[in-house]
């Protein structure tokens, strides 16, 4: 079987999508990065082959924030940011989406679609509030596992006003909820709702939200942030089937195209499972500039540099 396979290499996890030549999604992949993103993206390639022995890859993309480490490793045709390979996944699933609501574990984004183009967007990387991070966070602080937060947020009958601005702000503000007698459902519903109102208010900001709109990411799973939004906007909101993988489905069908054009992959092929990656950094004294230069080699062979302005070390290497 031919299928392009999309890799999304995110803080919290790492995710891979496997699709044939109609674009159909055949396996998905959903796993922790917890910090040693090399060995999360061996591993997951590793469970795609012994899950789907028979796959030829006909070409890879690559997203997320440790884009351009993956890229490097497996020999990504294709390596675009998480914008672009988030609307066309979100195109592909729901062709008239016209809003992309995207809340990951480190960041958050909004993306305005309109006639099949993206028109508008906007992120949040400088504060945790609302994030799946800090999510898993209050969860476990509050003795919760984070699949049943969306569950027990909808038990409320009365929820709590929370301040959710400043995710330093929510816990303490949900500390003191607690310590004055409100139940956990209340609160867990109230903290639904200020993350909402935080995100409409920020990233929303100034934005044309309209239906349809698309729920994605891996926040999308809590069925308590899913209701938040429904009841602040005042229209449903359809959360994808592959709500945690759509970057890596978007890295596959972007790939897909590339290969289209240039009629070959650079994939390594499976091979990369084994091989051993020793990634390091240095400041380039060069210049004012102070480039920090990083560096990966492969099987103790520089493989890539990237990070300098010039060009200096990442045009030095010379792959065979």
Not at 37 to 48: D, S
Not at 55 to 66: D, E, F, H, L, W
């Amino acid at each position: 079987m031919h299928v392009y396979l999309g890799i999304d290499v995110g803080s919290v996890s790492t995710n891979v999508a496997a699709l044939d030549e109609f674009g159909k999604v055949i396996d998905t992949l959903y796993i922790r990065t917890q910090g040693r993103p090399i060995e999360a993206v061996q591993n997951g390639l590793r469970q795609i082959k012994e899950r789907n022995p028979e796959i030829k890859v006909q070409g890879v993309g690559t997203t997320g924030s440790g884009r351009h480490l993956t890229g490097v490793i497996v020999g990504a045709d294709s390596i675009k940011n998480e914008i672009t390979a988030h609307a066309v996944a979100a195109m592909h699933i729901m062709p008239d989406v016209q809003t992309v609501l995207e809340i990951g574990g480190q960041d958050s984004k909004m993306i305005i679609i309109r006639n099949g183009v993206v028109t508008d967007f906007a992120m949040n990387t400088v504060c945790a509030a609302g994030t799946g991070s800090f999510l898993d966070q209050q969860a476990a602080r509050l003795n919760i596992g984070i699949e049943d937060f969306g569950d027990k947020a909808l038990e409320s009958k009365t929820p709590v006003r929370i301040a959710g601005r400043c995710a330093v702000f929510a816990e303490s503000d949900m500390i003191h909820k607690q310590q004055t007698g409100h139940v956990t459902s209340d609160i867990l519903n109230g903290l639904c709702q200020a993350l909402v109102r935080n995100y409409l208010n920020n990233i929303g900001k100034g934005k044309q939200i309209q239906s349809p709109i698309l729920f994605q990411g891996g926040v999308a799973a809590n069925k308590g942030i899913k209701r938040a939004f429904e009841d602040a906007l005042g229209c449903p909101v359809v959360v994808s089937p592959y709500h945690n993988v759509m970057g890596a489905i978007g890295s596959a069908l972007l790939a897909k195209e590339e290969v289209a054009q240039t009629k070959r992959t650079v994939f390594q092929g499976f091979d990369v499972i084994d091989f051993v990656y020793t990634p390091r950094s240095f400041e380039c004294s060069g210049c004012a500039n102070m480039c920090e230069v990083v560096e990966i080699q492969m099987n103790g062979n520089v493989a890539a540099r990237w990070g300098d302005q010039c060009g200096k070390w990442s045009n030095s290497v010379t792959v065979a």
